[in-house]
């Protein structure tokens, strides 16, 4: 895997990673409305937090299938969806590793190619 495709799959993960996290942000006051109110708790809730992991994860899902955009290593669009879908649903500690992952990548193809 080269650096350019190993960069051209972080852009648009992050690309869906922000479209997804907007939704979220859209949904959040639902939660705050009737019978889901009681249901997910306050903010820091476990069941709150799980909620906007799903809603993210499936803003993820739909947007990787509506841009039909193919994934290298996933040939079949609905392998590539779900884990487009589980990627964006990481939040920032996700993107820390995958920064830090990137990062000592190209170090190390750096210092292949001196």
């Not at 079949?76 to 969806?81: G, K, L």
């Amino acid at each position: 895997m080269t650096l350019e495709i190993l960069m051209s799959l972080v852009t648009y993960l992050a690309i869906l990673s922000i479209a997804a996290e907007r939704g979220v942000e859209i949904i959040k006051p639902i939660y705050d409305v009737g019978p889901f109110a009681k249901k997910l708790g306050d903010i820091s809730s476990p069941r709150r937090k799980t909620m906007n992991h799903f809603v993210a994860f499936l803003g993820g899902f739909s947007l990787h299938l509506l841009s039909q955009t193919a994934i290298p290593f996933f040939p079949n669009p609905m392998d590539a969806a779900i884990m487009m879908g589980l990627l964006v649903s990481g939040g920032s500690g996700f993107w820390h590793d995958i920064l830090s992952l990137l990062k000592n990548f190209s170090q190390g193809t750096n210092t292949l190619n001196k």
